[in-house]
C-alpha cells in the first residue's frame, strides 16, 4: 500500500528524473526504496546543495535516464534549473495521509505508518481533526475492518520471503 502511494506520489512511470524533498526523514523508515528500484530509478540520497549540483552536472543533465534524487536535508533548496528539468515531490506526513492531523501524527511514537496507510486506505469519512486523529491512530485503525487487510499484507510477505528461501541455511534472515 505504502509503496503504491509513494509511486503515486512520486508519478513513476511518468516521470523519467525526480526529486524528491524528504522534510521529515520519511523515506528510510517507510523502507520503499526497493519498489522504487525495481521500476527502474536508480535511487541517491543527498545531503547538501553541492552534492546535488555535482551529481546533476556528472550524470544527468545532457540525459533523460531515469532517476530518483532523494534529498534527505529540509534546508536543501532545489536550484531553479534543476526544479524546471525535474519532477520535485515532497515527501511528508501532510502528503501521505491528507485527512489525519500531522501534528498528532509527528507526536505518535512508534506508529506503524504502512499499517496507517492501509487503514486510510480503506477510510472513507472526512478530514479528522486532532482528537479523532488521536483516536483513529489508538484505536479505530486496530479494529477488524482496517487491521486484517493489513495482517493479510504482513503474511503474503512472510510467505514470499519463505518461498525464496528455502533451506535451512537461510532461516536466519527469514526470522529478521
Known amino acids: 500500500?505504502?509503496?503504491?502511494?509513494?509511486?503515486?506520489?512520486?508519478?513513476?512511470?511518468?516521470?523519467?528524473?525526480?526529486?524528491?524533498?524528504?522534510?521529515?526523514?520519511?523515506?528510510?523508515?517507510?523502507?520503499?526504496?526497493?519498489?522504487?528500484?525495481?521500476?527502474?530509478?536508480?535511487?541517491?540520497?543527498?545531503?547538501?546543495?553541492?552534492?546535488?549540483?555535482?551529481?546533476?552536472e556528472n550524470s544527468y543533465r545532457n540525459t533523460e535516464n531515469l532517476c530518483l534524487i532523494v534529498l534527505t536535508d529540509r534546508r536543501v533548496q532545489v536550484p531553479f534549473d534543476l526544479e524546471s528539468r525535474f519532477h520535485v515531490a515532497e515527501l511528508s506526513l501532510e502528503s501521505l495521509f491528507p485527512k489525519l492531523s500531522s501534528g498528532i501524527l509527528r507526536n505518535l511514537s512508534g506508529i506503524d505508518l504502512r499499517q496507517l496507510a492501509v487503514a486510510m486506505e480503506l477510510y472513507t469519512g472526512p478530514a479528522m481533526d486532532d482528537r479523532q486523529t488521536q483516536e483513529f491512530c489508538a484505536v479505530t485503525m486496530f479494529e477488524n475492518v482496517y487491521a486484517l487487510p493489513y495482517a493479510q499484507q504482513l503474511m503474503d510477505a512472510c510467505l514470499e520471503t519463505a518461498e525464496g528461501k528455502p533451506s535451512y541455511l537461510n532461516w536466519a534472515s527469514i526470522a529478521s
Open 1 to 56: 500500500m505504502m509503496a503504491k502511494k509513494l509511486e503515486g506520489l512520486l508519478r513513476i512511470g511518468w516521470e523519467k528524473q525526480i526529486i524528491l524533498k524528504d522534510q521529515e526523514g520519511l523515506w528510510n523508515r517507510l523502507n520503499v526504496a526497493a519498489a522504487v528500484t525495481k521500476a527502474g530509478y536508480p535511487i541517491h540520497q543527498v545531503a547538501d546543495e553541492m552534492m546535488l549540483r555535482y551529481l546533476y
